[in-house]
């Protein structure tokens, strides 16, 4: 069974532009959460999707956004991205039902560097 | 500026001693709990999870203990395994059924042969 997969695994991006990253969950999974990781504040959540649904948000700008598809297939964009930006962004998968806690997998994460 | 990174806490063991990695959480009202490793370069990896009915899980090699009295959390680990070097983290899903695992800072473990 494949696991979560993200791509692509590194990014250099310019101060002002924008990107897109993308997550495949594992097969059956529904739920999708993203991650950003930095050394100085750790792992903290960005925002989770459930059925192509947002059901949960962080503390991020609105800069941060993201979408879900129909075959649960995630992406996240960053717009008019901020040397701060830097970080190692994580995608979680689950299966997510209704008042389900079920083990979240996550991928190898997509590095974003900012110049 | 300067950015500060976060302080991990350490801890460093003998290959074959037991492993005792402990994390206090945030939210009283969290009511599921997971231990991840993660290694140089890679996402974190599950290792065990623990719902908040239940006070003790045993996996292969590994056991969480959750007091929700003081809110912490431990994970053991018995013969450690030079293998088992990583950062540990602690998460709470505070979002209910909707996803929202908060983590905390992480620990360091080091196995030495």
């Known amino acids: 069974k494949a696991g979560v997969t993200q791509t692509p695994r590194y990014l250099i991006k310019t101060r002002g532009q924008q990107v897109t990253l993308s997550c495949s969950p594992i097969s059956g999974h529904r739920s999708v959460s993203w991650y950003q990781q930095t050394p100085g504040q750790g792992l903290q959540f960005l925002f989770e999707y459930f059925s192509e649904t947002q059901r949960n948000k962080g503390n991020f700008p609105g800069r941060f956004s993201g979408r879900q598809f129909s075959n649960s297939r995630s992406e996240m964009n960053v717009s008019t991205l901020e040397l701060g930006d830097s970080a190692l962004y994580l995608c979680a998968s689950s299966l997510g039902g209704f008042r389900m806690n079920t083990e979240a997998f996550f991928g190898q994460g997509t590095r974003l560097t900012v110049v | 500026g300067e950015s500060v990174g976060l302080h991990l806490p350490t801890l460093s063991v003998q290959e074959g001693d037991n492993s005792i990695i402990n994390c206090a959480y945030s939210?009283?009202?969290?009511?599921?709990f997971i231990w991840y490793k993660q290694e140089s370069g890679k996402g974190p990896q599950f290792i065990i999870d623990?719902?908040?009915?239940?006070d003790k899980r045993q996996g292969q090699r590994v056991t969480v203990l959750l007091n929700k009295t003081v809110k912490h959390l431990s994970l053991q680990i018995a013969a450690t395994q030079p293998g088992d070097s990583a950062v540990y983290f602690c998460a709470e899903n505070s979002g209910g059924s909707n996803y929202k695992l908060t983590f905390g800072k992480g620990t360091l473990l080091t196995v030495n042969p």
């Open positions: 623990i719902r908040s009915n239940m």
């Open positions: 939210n009283s009202a969290s009511d599921y």
